[in-house]
Structure formats: structure tokens, C-alpha cells
């Protein structure tokens, strides 16, 4: 796997595995929910990355795999009071629903147990801000691919047609890939393909 794929990337790939795998066995929390959007999340990171020339960057995958891994740390931490928290809202609005019933969102929650797992860098950045990409002096790139992607899931799990309007709350990630709302949109009809709509349902 080395040889074919690098090492960089068969690592990704290993992580990605181990921790979904940890994921499965969480109790009080719907993995296959979980997995379904975070496939999604992370096959539209990889179409972004190709669409604004990062095609070789190994993050971006496994950074939407894993941007909500926040979730799960805190049904695990606080199963009650988090079950109790309406998932309706999305992008930064369900961010702040998370701060105001228990002070930290799934995003800041992520990022401390991507930092207790010595995840590299990079992803700890992306799944810290991909809410919030304006806040990220490094690793902006990555970070902007992996909202952007989260945006794009937020509109899939809701049944959203491609649509510039979907991009609306989106300026920053967009500005800092120059990509247009446009092309955004059709990235997301590209990743919304019948074979990955039905594998995400």
C-alpha cells in the first residue's frame, strides 16, 4: 500500500479506518448515520480539491471523513444532554445551539481529541474550523475544502438540489479557494451521483 499510494496517504487511510472503527462502538450514537454523511463530506472534499487544483493534497479526505468526529466525542462525553440538542441546525448555527446548551461545540470538541490522538496538524486545524474557515492561520487551504465539503453535506442531508444559493453563508471558504458559488455548485451535482446518494442513504 506504501508503494502505491505513499506513505502519507496509507496512513490517512489507516487512521480513517481505526477511528470509525472506535466510532462503532460507541454506544447512544448512530454510527451509521455517521458514516453516511461523513462519506459523503469526505468524497465532496475530494472533488473540491480537484476542482481548485489540490488533487495530490492526502488531508483533504480524511479531514471530511472526519470534521464531525466532534459529535461523537460528545454523545460520549455528555450522552444525555447532548441527545437533548435539536441537529436540525446546520453550519455554524448548530455550532452555536452545541456552545449554548453545554459551552463547547462538536467542532472545538473534535479538536481536542484530534490533539489527544496526535492526529497531524493539519486535520486538527480543518475539523476545528470548518464551520468557522476565517478563523484558521494555517493550514487555510485544507481547512476551506473541508467546509466547503461540510456545507456541501449539511445540503445533501437536507435532499438540496445544486444551487448557488446553497453557498451563501460560504464567502470565506470560497474566497480563499477562488472558487466561484457557480463552480461550487457544480462540484456539488458532480459528488451528488446516484451511486453516492444511494450508498448515503
Not at 455554524?92 to 496538524?121: F, K
Not at 473541508?146 to 442531508?157: N, Q, V
Amino acid at each position: 500500500a506504501i508503494t502505491l499510494l505513499g506513505l502519507r496517504e496509507t496512513y490517512m487511510a489507516v487512521l480513517s479506518s481505526s477511528v470509525l472503527d472506535a466510532t462503532a462502538r460507541g454506544k447512544g450514537f448512530d454510527h451509521d448515520q455517521y458514516w453516511r454523511t461523513s462519506l459523503f463530506c469526505a468524497g465532496a472534499a475530494r472533488k473540491i480539491a480537484s476542482a481548485c487544483g489540490q488533487a495530490r493534497n492526502p488531508a483533504v479526505f480524511t479531514a471530511g471523513l472526519l470534521s464531525d468526529i466532534g459529535r461523537y466525542a460528545l454523545s460520549q462525553a455528555v450522552p444525555e444532554r447532548y441527545a437533548m440538542i435539536d441537529q436540525s441546525p446546520t453550519g455554524a448555527d448548530i455550532v452555536e445551539t452545541e456552545e449554548e446548551s453545554l459551552g463547547i461545540g462538536h467542532p472545538e470538541a473534535g479538536h481536542i481529541l484530534a490533539v489527544h490522538w496526535n492526529l497531524p496538524e493539519d486535520l486538527a486545524t480543518a475539523i476545528r474550523f470548518h464551520h468557522r474557515p476565517q478563523f484558521a492561520s494555517e493550514h487555510r487551504i485544507t481547512t476551506a475544502i473541508t467546509a466547503l465539503a461540510a456545507t456541501m453535506s449539511d445540503a445533501h442531508r437536507m435532499g438540496l438540489d445544486a444551487d448557488e444559493t446553497i453557498f451563501d453563508h460560504s464567502p470565506i471558504a470560497l474566497e480563499i479557494l477562488s472558487m466561484s458559488a457557480e463552480r461550487a455548485a457544480d462540484v456539488y451535482a458532480a459528488v451528488r451521483t446516484p451511486e453516492m446518494v444511494q450508498a448515503t442513504q
